[in-house]
């Protein structure tokens, strides 16, 4: 539940910037996801930077999609994608995340020449700001102001010789009570264009300590990025000359320290743990049709315990520096204490309704790769 507050909010797409912010939310729950739409009518601009304009205090994390239609008419409304009463999608049609902010992270300039393009000439003429409110301590009395976060677009109309496209690798998953595990993605690159990624981010919650991403092309691994998610989260530039070609594989680890008792799974609210490690990757504007394959643009696996990079890969060609943080010689090791009965009953549980979600949801709060749902195929790997 959330209170409404009518505020007048209008955006002309004729200035250089576009600013997308929630209009005027004061959530009453926490971890209650709050969605508001901007339509962009009849016009086509390219997105070439992003300023945040919110404070991880009042919002825990902001994701900004394109869609064909957004999930609802109205000024804002509750799109936790779950089982919930009053609950309607981020987009009803044609989602697609260009954007991701959480932990005060920095603003972001796309590289020179290199644009996402948004609007009518592509039919997504609708941006869609998704913000999660962890808390709402700040929201009641005497502390009633409602939230405007938003993000700031720089935007031109003209178009750029490159487009950038958004990669996105997250597992499902659970870590046991006083254990330290690997949460892993990995999916071969089934496209036919090469991509040349040019920023990574990293996301999890409390427990993650290392997120790191590779490339790897004919068993040879390329580090595109890691970083501590207890940094800050925002995009950093991918180091050399790297490139994602035909064939290749995209592989992503989560390292995840649990010191509690209790187990603790991938899910949407503050109790629950994340893992995703997101590209930024550029293709010339000719080959724009490679940011719209769907199967090339999110991998999904189960996670930890029952997905692990080594079932499908000698163990000892892994780069030993995928678990060690930057500047550092020490690895993380896994540590696994074994699930009492309760913990495997719940954590079973937890498993099913989540399939069921999937299966009741297209647009899912991570969408599934049509192709690999909930399939380990040892030759689409490595």
Same mark, same amino acid.
């Given at each position: 539940?959330?209170? &409404?507050?009518?505020?007048?909010?209008?955006?002309?797409? !004729?200035?250089?910037?576009?600013?997308?912010?929630?209009?005027?939310?004061?959530?009453?729950?926490?971890?209650?996801?709050?969605?508001?739409?901007?339509d962009l009518k009849?016009?086509?601009?390219?997105?070439?930077? &992003?300023?945040?304009?919110? +404070?991880?205090?009042?919002?825990?994390?902001?994701?900004?999609?394109? *869609?064909?239609?957004?999930?609802?008419?109205?000024?804002?409304?509750?799109?936790?994608?779950?089982?919930?009463?009053?609950?309607?999608?981020?987009?009803? /049609?044609?989602?697609?995340?260009?954007?991701?902010?959480?932990?005060?992270?920095?603003?972001?300039?796309?590289?020179?020449?290199?644009?996402?393009?948004?609007?009518?000439?592509?039919?997504?003429?609708?941006?869609?700001?998704?913000?999660?409110?962890?808390?709402?301590?700040?929201?009641?009395?005497?502390?009633?102001?409602?939230?405007?976060?938003?993000?700031? $677009?720089?935007?031109?109309?003209?178009?750029?010789?490159?487009?950038?496209?958004?990669?996105?690798?997250? @597992?499902?998953?659970?870590?046991?009570?006083?254990?330290?595990?690997?949460?892993?993605?990995? *999916?071969?690159?089934?496209?036919?264009? #090469?991509?040349?990624?040019?920023?990574?981010?990293?996301? @999890?919650? /409390?427990?993650?300590?290392?997120?790191?991403?590779?490339? #790897?092309?004919?068993k040879n691994w390329?580090?595109?990025?890691?970083?501590?998610?207890?940094?800050?989260?925002?995009?950093?530039? #991918?180091?050399?000359?790297?490139?994602?070609?035909?064939?290749?594989?995209?592989?992503?680890? *989560?390292?995840?320290? +649990?010191?509690?008792?209790?187990?603790?799974?991938?899910?949407?609210?503050?109790?629950?743990?994340?893992?995703?490690?997101?590209?930024?990757?550029?293709?010339?504007?000719?080959?724009?049709?490679?940011?719209?394959?769907?199967?090339?643009?999110?991998?999904?696996?189960?996670?930890?315990?029952?997905?692990?990079?080594? +079932?499908?890969?000698?163990?000892?060609?892994?780069?030993?520096?995928?678990?060690?943080?930057?500047?550092?010689?020490?690895?993380?090791? !896994?540590?696994?204490?074994?699930?009492?009965?309760?913990?495997?009953?719940?954590?079973? $549980?937890?498993?099913?309704?989540?399939?069921?979600i999937y299966d009741?949801?297209?647009?899912? &709060?991570?969408?599934?790769?049509?192709?690999?749902?909930?399939?380990? #195929?040892?030759?689409?790997?490595?």
């Open positions: 539940m959330f209170v &409404f507050l009518l505020i007048c909010f209008s955006i002309s797409v !004729e200035a250089e910037e576009l600013l997308l912010k929630m209009p005027g939310v004061k959530p009453t729950k926490e971890d209650e996801y709050i969605c508001h739409a901007m009849n016009e086509t601009v390219f997105i070439t930077g &992003f300023q945040p304009k919110a +404070n991880a205090s009042h919002a825990h994390h902001i994701l900004i999609h394109s *869609c064909v239609e957004p999930g609802s008419i109205k000024s804002f409304w509750n799109c936790l994608e779950m089982k919930i009463k009053d609950t309607r999608p981020v987009c009803k /049609s044609g989602e697609k995340l260009i954007y991701s902010w959480a932990m005060n992270a920095s603003g972001f300039r796309l590289p020179k020449d290199v644009s996402i393009m948004i609007g009518k000439s592509i039919g997504k003429q609708y941006l869609v700001i998704q913000s999660h409110y962890k808390h709402v301590d700040y929201f009641r009395e005497p502390n009633s102001e409602p939230d405007e976060s938003g993000i700031i $677009l720089k935007i031109q109309h003209k178009p750029t010789k490159k487009l950038a496209g958004l990669y996105l690798l997250a @597992t499902d998953g659970s870590i046991p009570g006083h254990s330290t595990v690997f949460m892993e993605a990995a *999916c071969s690159y089934t496209g036919g264009i #090469v991509l040349h990624p040019f920023a990574y981010r990293v996301h @999890t919650h /409390s427990l993650g300590k290392l997120v790191s991403g590779y490339v #790897v092309h004919r390329t580090e595109i990025g890691k970083k501590s998610p207890q940094e800050e989260q925002m995009f950093y530039p #991918v180091k050399g000359n790297v490139i994602i070609q035909p064939g290749d594989s995209l592989a992503a680890r *989560c390292v995840m320290e +649990n010191k509690g008792d209790k187990l603790v799974r991938i899910g949407s609210t503050r109790n629950d743990e994340m893992c995703n490690f997101y590209i930024y990757y550029w293709v010339n504007r000719a080959d724009s049709a490679q940011i719209y394959d769907d199967k090339n643009q999110i991998c999904f696996t189960q996670g930890w315990p029952d997905y692990k990079w080594d +079932n499908f890969i000698d163990p000892s060609k892994i780069p030993v520096t995928a678990a060690m943080l930057p500047g550092s010689n020490e690895a993380f090791k !896994e540590m696994i204490n074994n699930m009492n009965n309760d913990e495997k009953e719940m954590d079973k $549980l937890m498993s099913d309704e989540l399939n069921e009741d949801f297209d647009n899912s &709060f991570i969408d599934l790769p049509n192709h690999k749902k909930f399939e380990n #195929v040892e030759d689409e790997f490595f």
